[in-house]
């Protein structure tokens, strides 16, 4: 993959120019790309929001409904509903929050993905790896297991407290409109993020975050680009899969020097929370990226001489 341009005026892989961003809506509500959303939300199938519509019952929804809801994206007026609270555990414990948006608005959120993300994909940075296509968490891995054996030994693990609680509005609906002109698809962009949230039947309003669960929440990406750049401004050798960072570098003391700036990066220019019990500096074989750390044992081969282990990586 090709150096990021940043704020560039082609988007390529789509071929919009930055004129041509302002009538996006069209393009995200044109017939093609609504199949292309619709193929995607039946394929992922997913549970009901607050409306109680499955993905069953998504096209005579639509055959009878589309005409309406459409004309009511363009004129600007279409409101989306609450996405449903629901949690479910996470692997190492405790609780994760998750909204699930009813299936019509995961399909105009997957509509509007499918616009936008070409549009950004040529601004994100290649430590960048997830929600991105042709790109995985093995790849991170991988890079990972690259920098500390080309002697970058120790790694300041950052952990963004609740990031997709947190983000601000505000800064994230700026970075957006860097490269997205159309008012229309920016202010539908915006109601999607203050949807409200019910919770056992009573709709919460939300000032802040992103709903974490369907397609729009992909765009976080967008935000967590401004740390991305910083970090490759500074010349730093890291890996980023969505919300989760680790940052390589040689020595302990650089370690501690650039978590404490980092830290003050994070909140202060993009207001985020970093969890300071769960950040800190340490070998990669005692932290865990992506659920995977670092194997820094010796085996015994059958010839009775000792040698590094070849697994390099262990899962946690």
């Given at each position: 993959m090709g150096k990021r341009i940043r704020h560039q005026k082609v988007t390529a892989r789509e071929?919009?120019?930055?004129?041509?961003?302002?009538?996006?809506?069209?393009?995200?509500?044109?017939?093609?790309?609504?199949?292309?959303?619709?193929?995607?939300?039946?394929?992922?199938?997913?549970?009901a929001g607050v409306d109680g519509?499955?993905?069953?019952?998504?096209?005579?929804?639509?055959?009878?409904?589309?005409?309406?809801?459409?004309?009511?994206?363009?004129?600007?007026?279409?409101?989306?509903q609450a996405v449903l609270k629901v949690s479910i555990p996470k692997a190492g414990g405790g609780q994760r929050e998750l909204g699930i948006p009813t299936v019509?608005?995961?399909?105009?959120?997957?509509?509007?993905?499918q616009v936008l993300s070409p549009i950004f994909e040529e601004q994100f940075s290649d430590s960048s790896y997830g929600f991105r296509p042709k790109r995985s968490a093995g790849q991170a891995v991988q890079q990972a297991r690259d920098?500390?054996?080309?002697?970058?030994?120790?790694?300041?693990?950052?952990?963004?407290?609740?990031?997709?609680?947190k983000v601000n509005h505000d800064i994230f609906m700026s970075r957006i409109a860097r490269h997205v002109k159309d008012k229309a698809v920016l202010k539908l962009i915006h109601a999607y993020l203050m949807a409200g949230i019910s919770d056992n039947g009573q709709v919460n309003m939300r000032t802040m975050g992103t709903p974490q669960g369907g397609p729009i929440a992909l765009l976080s990406n967008i935000i967590l680009t401004d740390l991305d750049n910083e970090l490759e401004d500074r010349g730093h050798k890291f890996c980023r899969y969505a919300d989760?960072?680790?940052?390589y570098v040689k020595?302990?003391?650089?370690?501690?020097?650039?978590?404490?700036?980092?830290?003050?990066f994070l909140e202060n220019t993009l207001k985020l929370k970093v969890n300071q019990e769960k950040s800190d500096v340490g070998r990669p074989w005692q932290r865990k990226f992506l659920g995977y750390s670092v194997c820094n044992q010796n085996r015994i081969t059958d010839c009775g001489s000792r040698q590094r282990c070849k697994c390099v990586l262990r899962r946690m």
């Open positions: 071929g919009y120019s930055h004129e041509e961003t302002i009538e996006l809506l069209d393009s995200i509500l044109s017939r093609p790309n609504m199949q292309r959303a619709y193929q995607r939300v039946m394929r992922n199938k997913g549970a519509m499955s993905v069953d019952t998504l096209k005579s929804y639509l055959q009878t409904h589309w005409q309406r809801t459409k004309a009511a994206l363009l004129r600007g007026d279409y409101r989306p019509l608005d995961r399909l105009i959120q997957q509509a509007i993905h920098y500390m054996e080309a002697g970058h030994r120790w790694v300041v693990d950052i952990d963004l407290e609740k990031f997709f609680d989760g960072c680790n940052i020595s302990e003391r650089a370690g501690q020097r650039v978590l404490q700036s980092v830290t003050t």
